[in-house]
Each structure stands twice: as structure tokens, then as C-alpha cells.
């Protein structure tokens, strides 16, 4: 590709053909809608090109799965790391529709194809077995909260973690009974992290007035009256 031009797809089409005819396959382009169709013996290849991961290109390689399980997405290779989160999910997404992923990189220089990984049979088994702990954690979080008090899709708002709602009840029952042990609180039922949340004191909410027994700071009076729902579902658990 000559210095300056825009890159476009085809722009991909060379390295591929070069990779896949000196893998033993006969390659061809523009096949019934197909970018790229890979012949060797009874086996049917087919590659879907683009500039950019899409949803549409997801959905255009998802199609010619009707035609072969092999299936393989191009897109120039990434100038970002592909040791990202970000980039680890997309390809975890690519995998999970057992679908393979080229790369070409330097496309407007010496371009050369090479393959990220395979289409193969994705395992959701063997996957959930090694999500096992973020499974535990979802269902941890979930109860250590006494309801909901978040609102799905919410992204520029403060979100209620059972962590936070731990320190608005140690806060609540302070303000109500005075200085307290962490014994006292966890007699209150305040749970087993009660001594944690109080020497941490990631808010700024509680003061040490000697050892072993707490108050509520000013800092802590102000702040808890962001959450009156959460205050009264604990005052009542007080007076019940």
C-alpha cells in the first residue's frame, strides 16, 4: 500500500492469502458474500475482513457459520496492549462463538497475517469452573446487602456495596447508642468485618476515643444523611 492511502480491507486481503496458500490451501475472494474462502482437501475456511471489531462483524462471520465451523475474523492488529482487560474480553467474547482471530499486522508496510487463536468448541463448563470465585463473589456481595438500593446501568452515580451499607449500619447504631466496642456492634449485629471497617476507616466515619471503643465523627453525622432510606431500615431493626 503506497504511503499516505487510507487503509481499506482489501488492504488485509494479501497477508491472509499469503498465510493460508503456505498452510496448503487454495484461497479465494469475494465468494457468495464470503471476504475469503480457504479450500484444502474437504475442509472449508472462511475469513471475514475488517478495520475495526464490530458487533457487525461479529454478526457477518456469525452468518457463515451455516456454511463451516471454521470461521475466522481479520482486522489489522491493534496498536493498543493486547495484555489489556479490555482487549482480553473481546477476544474472551470472539471465543465464546467459536470463532477464530487473525491479525495483520503492518498492513501499510510489510504486512504479515498471524493467527491469535483457532475457532474451536468453547467449553461453557470448564468456563464457569474457572469463574468459580467471581460467581462466590457476586453471590458474597449479594448478601451482604439488605436490598436493592442501586439502579441498573447506572455509571456516574455512587453505588451501594455491601462494604458501604456494613459502615452505614456500624454508623447508624453509633449515632443512636453513643461510643461502642466492635464487640457491642457485633452483639448489634453488625457482623464479623465490624472491627475491619472501624480501624480502616476508609470514610473517614468513625473516631477511636480510647482503645477499643468508637464514636461516630462529624464527618460520619453529615455524610449518613445522604442515605435516609438505609438509616430508618436500620432504626427499625433497632427498635424491633
Known amino acids: 500500500m503506497k504511503e499516505g492511502k487510507k487503509l481499506q480491507e482489501m488492504d488485509l486481503y494479501k ?41 457487525d462483524l461479529l454478526i457477518q462471520a456469525a452468518k457463515r457459520q451455516r456454511i463451516t465451523d471454521q470461521v475466522y475474523i481479520a482486522i489489522p492488529k491493534p496498536k493498543h496492549r493486547l495484555h489489556s482487560r479490555k482487549w482480553i474480553d473481546k477476544c474472551h467474547l470472539i471465543r465464546r462463538l467459536e470463532m477464530g482471530l487473525i491479525l495483520v499486522s503492518s498492513p501499510s508496510k510489510r504486512p504479515k497475517a498471524e493467527v491469535a487463536f483457532h475457532p474451536s468448541l468453547f467449553n461453557r463448563r470448564k468456563s464457569m469452573g474457572q469463574s468459580k470465585r467471581k460467581r462466590e463473589s457476586v453471590l458474597r456481595e449479594i448478601n451482604g446487602r439488605s436490598a436493592d438500593f442501586n439502579v441498573g446501568g447506572s455509571n456516574r452515580t455512587k453505588i451501594m456495596t455491601a462494604y458501604k451499607e456494613n459502615c452505614i449500619q456500624i454508623a447508624c447504631f453509633l449515632s443512636s447508642y453513643g461510643p461502642l466496642s466492635p464487640k457491642n456492634l457485633i452483639q448489634l449485629g453488625t457482623g464479623d468485618k465490624t472491627s475491619s471497617i472501624l480501624v480502616k476507616n476508609y470514610y473517614g466515619w468513625f473516631d477511636r476515643i480510647k482503645r477499643g471503643t468508637y464514636v461516630l465523627s462529624e464527618k460520619g453525622r453529615e455524610e449518613i444523611k445522604e442515605y435516609p432510606d438505609l438509616l430508618n431500615f436500620y432504626l427499625c431493626k433497632l427498635k424491633n
Do not use: H, M, R
Open 15 to 55: 497477508p491472509i492469502q499469503t498465510f493460508f496458500v503456505n498452510e496448503g490451501y487454495e484461497v479465494y475472494g469475494e465468494v457468495k458474500d464470503c471476504d475469503i474462502v480457504a479450500v484444502k482437501d474437504e475442509e472449508v475456511v472462511v475469513i471475514e475482513l475488517k478495520l475495526t471489531l464490530s458487533v
